[in-house]
């Protein structure tokens, strides 16, 4: 089993820069792969971007691609957001995830475990 807490969700104004933080405990995260969706009200859980935990791969959604970027703590079991160029459109509810697995699937339903959200707000 692992667990997963976000933090570092708050207000910005559009252009500006925010660094999410997931914290992951429990069994080794050796073979898992970390993942970072959002959800805005009214809207589906969408892909943000995974990592690979034992290589630090990445991949991301088009949406976020050159404006975020995803990264590890290898011996602090932490995963990074950094989203910089913030927009209006990145208002969400983030959420780390995690899966037993070294693809980086973007399926919501291919991620087990799941950490309670932060929030992001991007003002115009």
């Known amino acids: 089993q692992v667990q997963l807490v976000e933090t570092g969700g708050r207000l910005v104004q559009a252009g500006g820069s925010l660094k999410l933080f997931c914290a992951a405990s429990?069994?080794?995260?050796?073979?898992?792969?970390m993942g970072w969706f959002r959800q805005a009200p009214g809207k589906e859980r969408e892909f943000v971007g995974a990592l690979v935990w034992s290589s630090a791969m990445t991949n991301y959604a088009d949406s976020v691609k050159g404006r975020f970027t995803i990264s590890r703590d290898y011996a602090r079991s932490m995963v990074f957001l950094q989203m910089n160029s913030l927009e209006p459109e990145d208002t969400a509810v983030y959420y780390c995830a995690a899966k037993p697995s070294v693809r980086t699937g973007v399926e919501v339903r291919a991620y087990d475990y799941w950490g309670q959200g932060t929030q992001v707000t991007v003002s115009p």
């Open positions: 429990g069994r080794t995260l050796s073979s898992y792969t």
